[in-house]
């Protein structure tokens, strides 16, 4: 089974504050995808990755960067951190982009 | 747009009975329609999805959810549920050309009373 691995788990940082998310998958997945889940909203995408070097806009991009450095590793970037992006944030891959999707445990981000 | 309904924000039924989550879909074009579950604390995992062919389709632990054109609709059902079937069931849509780009609908919690 496709493992995604995601870190910190839990991460409280300060409004205009710098914060990176990372995302490390192992099963050779060539897509990868953050989401951020709030109450009443599901999952809504912020951005996704075809492979290495190459960047998607999703849904709900505003505010975040995301950059692919490897097959492997996917980071989403919070330059200027707001209350509003207090969230529980996954990471996820896919082999081809097919609709069976694997992913992480999540993270917790607080701004406060 | 593509937009994905779940009804029922939350759904209780006791241990032994049958279920059935609620989905409908707004979605121009050939789309993919899955259902993930979410155990507390844990990302989401895949169970089920349709594209084609037989309007029912069958999934891991004894789920399988129904595909209805004219509805727009893919509920998902369980004949007798377990305790352990407790978790927030989410409906998706993808199109065809990409289907891991997933709109997903509110989730559905489901509580097992024993």
């Known amino acids: 089974e496709a493992a995604v691995t995601q870190s910190p788990r839990n991460k409280v940082t300060v409004t205009g504050g710098n914060v990176t998310l990372s995302c490390r998958q192992t099963n050779s997945h060539n897509y990868m995808y953050w989401y951020r889940q709030d109450t009443g909203h599901g999952l809504r995408l912020i951005h996704y990755s075809y492979g290495a070097g190459n960047l998607q806009i999703g849904d709900v991009p505003d505010g975040y960067k995301a950059t692919r450095t490897t097959q492997e590793d996917f980071f989403l970037l919070l330059e200027l951190a707001s209350p509003s992006q207090t969230s529980l944030y996954f990471c996820?891959?896919?082999?081809?982009?097919?609709?069976?999707?694997?992913f992480g445990k999540g993270t917790r981000l607080t701004v406060v | 747009t593509q937009t994905v309904s779940q009804s029922d924000a939350h759904v209780t039924v006791f241990e032994g009975d049958s279920v059935e989550l609620r989905c409908n879909y707004s979605?121009?074009?050939?789309?993919?329609l899955s259902w993930y579950i979410q155990h507390h604390g844990h990302g989401l995992q895949f169970l089920l999805k349709y594209y084609s062919g037989n309007p029912v389709v069958q999934g891991v632990n004894g789920f399988e959810a129904e595909f209805s054109k004219s509805d727009s609709s893919f509920h998902l059902r369980k004949a007798s549920v377990h305790w352990s079937d407790s978790a927030v069931y989410f409906c998706a849509v993808s199109a065809n050309y990409n289907q891991g780009k997933l709109i997903f609908g509110q989730g559905t919690k489901l509580s097992i009373k024993p």
């Open positions: 996820a891959s896919s082999h081809r982009g097919r609709t069976e999707v694997f």
């Open positions: 979605y121009g074009g050939s789309i993919y």
